[in-house]
């Protein structure tokens, strides 16, 4: 058995200590925020539907309800990038841009989102189902919306309008910056695609589009 002589025992405390001090005064690693952005799309040379749409509050598969930063390394597993998160979560940021760009599109009446407005003609709701990295092929940000457009002028219990599942992949960088730019871009195809399918859905509808 080898025995430690006291003083060697006690120095031995102190680098210890020192040690741990040091290790504990270290500045902690900084959280860095990532939002969805990308340029607001244009449609030309098409009139406008004269009605109103509600885009409603989506929501999301409780996996991707957080604002964690996912992606899948191998089939049946996620991880999170430990420092790096979105700003909102996924719903809300994905909601706040179609509201943008239902506005911006100028093909319909009026566009509304924050407030509960029941008079509005054509309501918008959808699920986030998927919202990550994907790495089991090349490396790409996918994004699935389940929408659905209610036409309230049938009532409340009237049957959807429009009810379509969406999925966008799109290449990226595997990290956090790389993931949100890649996110951006498969947001920017999911919403053209989305006002395109709710904008020609309304039209065949509604009788006071502007034809």
């Known amino acids: ?12 405390l102190i680098v210890v200590f020192i040690t741990g001090c040091v290790g504990l005064g270290r500045p902690s690693p900084q959280a860095r925020m990532y939002a969805v952005e990308y340029p607001e799309p244009a449609f030309k040379g098409l009139p ?8 409603g509050r989506l929501s999301s598969s409780r996996v991707f309800s957080g604002r964690a930063i996912l992606y899948r ?3 049946f597993s996620l991880a999170a990038y430990p420092y790096d998160y979105w700003a909102a979560a996924p719903a809300d940021m994905v909601r706040d841009l179609l509201a ?11 566009v509304f989102a924050r407030q509960d407005y029941d008079n509005a003609r054509f309501h918008l709701d959808g699920e986030i189902v ?3 990295e994907d790495d089991t092929g090349g490396p790409a940000a996918v994004i ?6 209610f036409d309230r002028k049938g009532g409340k219990d009237a049957s959807p309008l429009l009810q ?20 951006s871009r498969a947001v920017a195809n999911l919403s053209e695609r989305l006002i395109l399918d709710v904008y020609h859905s309304a039209s065949r509808v509604s009788t006071g589009s502007n034809r």
Not at 100 to 110: I, Y
Not at 144 to 149: G, S, T
């Open 1 to 12: 058995m080898v025995r430690i002589r006291p003083g060697v025992a006690f120095f031995i």
């Open 48 to 55: 406008p539907v004269n009605e109103a749409v509600r885009v």
């Open 73 to 75: 390394p191998e089939p």
């Open 100 to 110: 943008r760009d239902l506005r911006v599109s100028g093909l319909f009446k009026a």
């Open 130 to 132: 998927e919202f990550f």
């Open 144 to 149: 699935r919306l389940d929408a659905v457009v």
């Open 164 to 183: 379509r599942s969406y999925r966008f992949r799109e290449p990226c960088e595997r990290n956090a910056r790389g993931v949100a730019q890649g996110m």
